[in-house]
């Protein structure tokens, strides 16, 4: 099914490991974003892409890379893992001049201890 | 600076009640989007309406009604004889044109618990 892919689902990291979270889209969406979730606080922007090759910084990047090698796929890397990145992640994607809105992948629950 | 606010942080009605989700944005945009998202408690975000600035006409989709006001920067989502299936965050987003795309602008949520 077209859509917004996002592994893993769940994952529980140890303070000071790093991991990868990872999104695909098939839709040939040009913009691609991440988002964290934590409660009260609504859908912050992390980093986003205009389209390959191309990031930009969000509301609140530190302690997080992205890359965007191909169209398809933009990992969200977190570098050193802290309790304060404990959180639900969510990726998307859109036409980057359509206004129309996000297509949004399932989420990603991520503990952090 | 663009915002969106969502005054109401939970709200709880019994089954079969009318329930209005507030929303008020700024933006210096003429020509933005709003919309609603759903978060079930599955935890996925749901699509629901979207609304450009310039059509000011409310819209009914069911028992969803939406009624926006730009005079007043409001958003408003009504859920017309509510159900349990309706229990969950509620999201409204503003779209705003910045460095050459559009990004989301979101609301911290109304989570609506509809009681049997």
């Known amino acids: 099914n077209a859509g917004v892919t996002q592994t893993p689902k769940f994952q529980v990291l140890k303070t000071g490991q790093s991991m990868t979270l990872q999104c695909a889209q098939d839709?040939?969406?040009?913009?691609m974003s991440w988002y964290r979730q934590d409660p009260g606080m609504g859908l912050r922007l992390i980093h986003y892409s205009v389209g390959a090759g191309i990031t930009d910084q969000g509301e609140v990047p530190n302690g997080y890379n992205v890359s965007r090698s191909t169209t398809e796929d933009f990992p969200l890397r977190l570098l050193s893992a802290a309790p304060s990145q404990t959180s639900v992640y969510f990726c998307a994607s859109s036409r980057t001049r359509d206004r129309r809105g996000y297509t949004f992948g399932s989420g990603t629950r991520l503990t952090v201890v | 600076a663009q915002k969106v606010t969502q005054a109401q942080t939970e709200i709880s009605v019994v089954e079969k009640e009318d329930v209005t989700l507030d929303c008020v944005y700024e933006t210096r945009d003429t020509t933005y989007y709003l919309f609603w998202y759903k978060q079930p408690p599955s935890g996925e975000l749901v699509f629901l309406i979207r609304r450009n600035s310039f059509d000011e006409q409310n819209e009914i989709s069911g028992r969803y009604s939406w009624n926006f006001q730009k005079s007043t920067s409001s958003f408003n989502f009504t859920i017309t004889a509510s159900q349990v299936v309706d229990s969950a965050v509620y999201f409204c987003?503003?779209?705003?044109?910045?460095?050459?795309?559009?990004?989301?602008?979101f609301g911290t949520g109304t989570r609506l618990k509809v009681l049997a």
């Open positions: 987003a503003l779209s705003e044109f910045t460095s050459g795309t559009y990004k989301y602008i």
């Open positions: 839709m040939n969406h040009e913009y």
